[in-house]
């Protein structure tokens, strides 16, 4: 376009950041945008001697006061844009002492040692909202009051180093309510250690109480009062404790009962008084204790002295060991009668003295000499000579019943000597009778012979034939020795 002078171009409205301008740099005609300006004068313009802007604060270089006047319309202009940016004043150690912010709001930060807190106008009633806190400060008033009138608001005060270390009181509403439901008393430590945290009570420079761990503990040599009266120290009741509802105690050392009587369905008697002799004696009739005496009988004198009761017995009553009874002992009437006994009995070294062998099942007794037995055991033997195959010869007959509990056989003879045998009983002996072992037994032995212990019919009635037969015989036998035993029925 052709050249005109500045004079006569056409005015802007407003100047915008992409409206440009012509720049002499070095005897160089260059181009610079709005934008490129403005940050060049906001970095480094200087108003005055004294006063230097640089980016966004305005400095005093000589440290003297900065004025700020309104425009004409009476307003000061703070930050860049309404709502975002604040205006802050800081001391000599560029701590911010309070801000402004561009809505109008003032926030001190550090007000007579009151930090992050509203700035209030002190001459006036004021309400204190958010979070106070106070360091190493002295707080002179007459009352403290802390209101919280919101549901479930609870207030609380805090005293202590940080959350992990102090003293919390709180005033506990009711769920949903303004209603005080308790009030709390809280202490928080990091410690594992017993106690830490523990509640003290000093009164007059004396430590009177804790509150431990464990509970409740009050100082040595102190009590529990009522009314000014001890109820309870560490190691008995107040003198003037008359009742209790205590249901048990330990053991009680020494004392003496003064109360009522101690019914019997409580561990008592539910007696007073006794005379000499009375004893007590369990009733079922109300589960009670009744007083008696003994009553003396037959050759019984008893004598009922002050804590003692004396039986007397005449001499004719066997009582203790060692007694000799005298005159006529009838057990007639009696359904058994015990003597001494035992295995292999016991020893019997006197005459007259009795004893069951329960081993040998033998009654021993002493004549005067020496120890005798007397067994219910019978034993008969026989010995055939040369025995055949068709031995047939009678043994006994039997006076009483009994029981054969064994028979023993045994051989002379050689070359393989070997007789069956068979003992039989009836009381007809030209019958064919019992066998006492079915089949006979065989017997080869010329040592220890052959011993029978089991059988088919052992028992032997009174008057019983018992004879023996042989049904088998071979190699060279000279004799045959057949021993019974049986053993006399009761």
């Known amino acids: 376009m052709a050249d005109s002078k500045i004079s006569a171009l056409t005015a802007v409205a407003s100047v915008a950041g992409t409206n440009e301008f012509a720049v002499n740099e070095a005897g160089t005609s260059k181009k610079a945008s709005g934008t490129q300006l403005s940050t060049f004068i906001n970095a480094n313009i200087t108003l005055g001697a004294a006063l230097a802007v640089n980016s966004q604060e305005i400095t005093s270089a ?12 009476l307003n000061v202009i703070l930050g860049d844009a309404i709502g975002v940016d604040d205006f802050n004043v800081k001391d000599s150690a560029d ?13 001190a930060i550090s007000y007579g040692g009151i930090l992050e807190a509203n700035l209030l106008d002190l001459s006036a009633t ?9 360091s190493n400060q002295t707080l002179t008033t007459k009352d403290i009051t802390s ?15 940080s959350d992990a270390e102090e003293l919390h009181i709180q005033t506990v509403y009711d769920a949903a309510a303004q209603t005080l439901n308790y009030v709390l008393f809280t202490t928080d430590v990091a410690s594992v250690t017993a106690d830490k945290g523990l509640y003290r009570f000093n009164v007059d420079g004396t430590d009177i109480v804790d509150i431990v761990d464990a509970g409740i503990n009050v100082k040595t040599g102190l009590a529990y009062q009522i009314n000014g009266t001890s109820v309870l120290n560490g190691t008995t009741l107040g003198a003037g404790v008359t009742a209790s509802s205590l249901t048990s105690v330990g053991i009680i050392a020494t004392g003496t009962w003064s109360a009522t009587t101690i019914a ?7 007696q007073t008084t006794y005379t000499d002799g009375q004893l007590l004696i369990g009733n079922t009739t109300g589960n009670t204790l009744a007083k008696a005496t003994l009553t003396q009988g037959t050759g019984m004198t008893i004598t009922n ?30 359904t058994s009668f015990e003597v001494p006994n035992g295995a292999g009995g016991t020893t019997v070294d006197a005459t007259g003295e009795l004893t069951i062998d ?32 068709t031995e047939d010869v009678s043994l006994f007959n039997t006076n009483v019943a009994g029981t054969i509990f064994r028979m023993v056989a045994v051989l ?60 088998a015989q071979s190699g060279t036998v000279n004799s045959l020795n057949v021993t019974i035993f049986y053993r006399k029925d009761p």
Not at 126 to 134: C, Q
């Open 62 to 73: 000589a440290n003297t006061n900065i004025v700020l006047h309104s425009d004409n319309d």
């Open 95 to 107: 701590v911010t002492v309070f801000s402004v912010n561009s809505d109008g709001a003032i926030t």
């Open 126 to 134: 004021e309400t204190v909202t958010g979070a106070w806190t106070f």
């Open 147 to 161: 209101y919280d009138a919101v549901n479930d608001g609870s207030p609380e005060h805090r005293l202590g180093a």
């Open 264 to 270: 019997v369905n409580k561990g008592g008697t539910g």
């Open 305 to 334: 002295g002050s804590g003692a009761i004396t039986l007397a017995v005449a001499d004719n009553y066997l009582l203790n060991s060692g007694d000799i009874g005298t005159g006529v002992y009838d057990f007639g009437g009696a």
């Open 358 to 389: 329960s081993t040998s099942g033998t009654m021993n007794f002493y004549d005067g000499t020496a120890e005798r037995a007397l067994s219910p055991v019978y034993e008969k033997a026989i010995t055939i000579e040369t025995p055949t195959a």
């Open 412 to 471: 002379v003879g050689s070359a393989s000597p070997s007789v069956t045998w068979t003992i039989r009983k009836g009381s007809d002996r030209s019958a064919a009778g019992t066998e006492v072992v079915t089949g006979g037994t065989a017997t080869t032995s010329i040592t220890t012979g052959s011993v029978v212990t089991s059988f088919n019919s052992a028992t032997l009635a009174a008057n019983d034939f018992i004879w023996l037969e042989t049904t």
